[in-house]
């Protein structure tokens, strides 16, 4: 069982569009990460959210932690060739010293 | 500068040897964490150092499975009888402190580890 439930897991779209990739949850997180995997390469954090409600900007990016820190969300705008990755999300359980990630959303921007 | 290494790159090997692999992590960092990334997966945390000690080896997936931390900087992964199902990206990653997750974790590039 997935603690942290990532979705979707495949998203294919064209250069120009919206959308949103989820990160839902049952347990409350201290504070909740997004990352972003090229082929080859660790994870880079792009942000960390730790207040319920939360929403942070970077560029076209907006990510979003629920109200009750169960849940997060990444919008991108106007999606980019360059935006193409892996996604991921990893939570801190309170008390437990380490992140717990989601599957992980491929995201593939065609031109 | 210097970002966390881990070597080798890549490590072929047969049913039942035992591997090691190594991590440098960013000087400074007192915070060491291993993971285990399949297929283009999601990580699976393995264990959390925290200067030369593991208080949480609670992700290690077997007796097969041990790490060690010496001088509060380098750390090894060694798996002993591999098997095939132990094939993987092992990622290595450090950070200041840990402080409820807000801590950067910075990574490397990872180990890539397929047992024939």
């Known amino acids: 069982t997935q603690l942290l439930e990532q979705s979707p897991q495949f998203l294919s779209i064209q250069e120009g569009e919206n959308l949103t990739v989820y990160c839902n949850s049952s347990s409350v997180f201290s504070s909740l990460q997004w990352y972003r995997q090229e082929p080859g390469e660790g994870p880079v954090l792009l942000v960390t959210v730790v207040t319920g409600g939360e929403v942070k900007k970077l560029k076209r990016l907006t990510f979003q932690f629920g109200d009750a820190r169960k849940d997060s969300s990444l919008h991108i705008t106007a999606a980019q060739p360059g935006d193409t990755g892996l996604y991921l999300c990893a939570g801190a359980l309170r008390g437990a010293q380490k992140l717990v990630f989601g599957q992980g959303t491929r995201l593939t921007i065609n031109p | 500068g210097a970002g966390v290494s881990q070597s080798p790159s890549n490590k072929v090997t047969e049913k039942g040897k035992d591997v090691e692999l190594r991590c440098d992590p960013i000087?400074?960092?007192?915070?060491l964490y291993w993971y285990r990334q399949s297929l283009g997966q999601g990580l699976e945390f393995l264990i959390y150092f925290q200067g030369n000690s593991a208080p949480d080896k609670s992700g290690l997936p077997s007796d097969r499975f041990s790490a060690e931390r010496t001088g509060g900087s380098v750390s090894t992964l060694t798996i002993q009888r591999t098997q095939q199902e132990d094939s993987a990206v092992y990622l290595c990653a450090s950070s200041l402190a840990w402080l409820a997750g807000e801590e950067t974790q910075y990574f490397g590039p990872g180990t890539r580890l397929l047992v024939l």
């Open positions: 000087s400074g960092h007192t915070a």
